[in-house]
């Protein structure tokens, strides 16, 4: 027996698999992190990518910057605190300096929380807004090519600097996550994020396409309205250290930084697997259902149908979607969910629930959590716990013929998987 160790919340799963199949385990690209956060953070700061500079903005009186919430993981050290003190170099003074909070649908942190992803000198010094898409004052900017209508929170559109800080990784529907899209989802009315996220149901909206994906294309849109001036982006190893930074206008960042990514996250397989063991990462990344089912899409797009994909995923927040959870609830089966959304339905929150059943209709899922098992069998999902984790294993591959294949993803939500098929 080969032992495996694979993030799960914010500790590990211990778990064996037989050495009689063939076992392949696929981790992004190793990298070492920079040693100098600050000076390489400084020196983009000074140098950015495309044609403004923060420069031209010294004396600004208003500065927005847009932070991820607690559902993204934070890397360490925070690059946010030397984008604060170049800025009051600049002879911007902190109480010019927002901090919005872009929470998209998601549910608003709690105070505590809100210490888990800023230090506590800036919650004491700096304004903190936490947006609401549903409730916060927004400003209309028309419509996208798409037809999207735009609404974005008005107090960050009003001020004349834009920031987004956030990290860049592959992103399960929106190719590529960073950029542009920490306002233009996390700042934005739900009208905006429901119509955008609608076209997931659409081929090219999937990971690893950024120019040819309709919702990326459209995000990106939505940035320009916005009038986003700058994006501050990281690529994260597994330790949530940077490897990469990258600072400058949202299109020079997301272009110098999709290659890096490609080459670091892109795995590519001859052929699909009988089983596969995925994790999304560990915390933040299955916080809930709804961030960890990222991960699903990856470990699945390897799976051969009829197959099996065990997520090992703790999700201390249940579903993360009450919406999803109604939904589902009420849904007769994963092909009527597949069938409603085909004939025109969406709503977000619900949406999950279509990305679960697109995989689910043709391969078996478990889910290893620590949520009630009476309330993942009502989302029609096979539960199971940690603590049986050997035991599930041992009675799939008791079914496998001797050539079975079985992968292991450790960080499944960042590792782009696909399956060659020019053969």
């Known amino acids: 027996m080969t032992e495996h160790t694979l993030p799960y919340g914010k500790s590990h799963l211990t778990f064996h698999l037989p050495d009689s199949f063939k076992m392949d385990t696929f981790l992004p690209e190793s990298m070492q992190p920079v040693k100098d956060v600050e000076d390489i953070v400084h020196q983009a700061l000074k140098d950015p990518l495309g044609k403004k500079n923060l ?102 559109y009003d001020c004349a600097l834009k920031i987004t800080v956030g990290n860049i990784e592959p992103h399960h529907f929106m190719g590529f996550s960073g950029g542009v899209k920490t306002a233009a989802i996390g700042l934005v009315g739900r009208e905006t994020i429901t119509a955008n996220h609608a076209m997931l149901t659409l081929d090219k909206a999937r990971s690893g396409l950024f120019y040819i994906n309709p919702m990326r294309r459209d995000l990106e849109e939505i940035g320009q309205k916005i009038g986003i001036d700058f994006t501050l982006g990281t690529i994260l190893n597994e330790n949530k250290r940077i490897i990469q930074l990258f600072f400058g206008s949202p299109t020079s960042v997301m272009k110098a930084a999709i290659p890096v990514i490609r080459s670091l996250f892109g795995v590519t397989v001859p052929a699909p697997y009988d089983l596969v063991i995925a994790s999304p990462g560990g915390w933040p990344k299955d916080i809930n259902f709804y961030q960890a089912q990222k991960g699903l899409t990856h470990a699945a797009r390897i799976t051969k149908d009829d197959g099996w994909v ?60 620590d949520i009630p098992p009476d309330l993942v069998k009502s989302w029609k999902i096979t539960p199971s716990q940690p603590e049986l984790l050997d035991h599930l294993i041992h009675w799939i591959t008791d079914q496998f013929d001797p050539g079975a294949r079985i992968a292991v993803l450790p960080a499944s939500t960042r590792t782009m998987t696909e399956v060659n098929d020019n053969d």
């Open 55 to 156: 420069e031209d903005f010294i004396g600004t009186a208003s500065v927005g910057i847009a932070i991820n919430d607690n559902t993204r993981p934070i890397s360490k050290p925070n690059p946010l605190p030397y984008l604060l003190e170049h800025l009051e170099k600049l002879n911007i003074p902190k109480d010019a300096v927002t901090l919005f909070v872009g929470y998209g649908t998601h549910k608003p942190m709690s105070e505590e929380e809100l210490h888990h992803i800023l230090e506590d000198d800036i919650i004491a010094q700096y304004r903190i807004v936490a947006h609401n898409c549903d409730k916060s004052p927004m400003v209309q900017l028309g419509k996208t090519a798409y037809q999207t209508p735009v609404w974005v929170n008005e107090a960050f």
């Open 310 to 369: 065990i997520l090992l995923a703790a999700c201390p927040e249940g579903s993360g979607s009450p919406a999803y959870e109604d939904y589902i609830n009420s849904a007769q089966s994963h092909q009527a969910v597949l069938d409603e959304f085909k004939n025109g339905f969406f709503q977000v929150g619900p949406h999950k629930a279509f990305q679960i059943a697109r995989e689910a209709v043709r391969v078996k899922i478990v889910l290893v959590s």
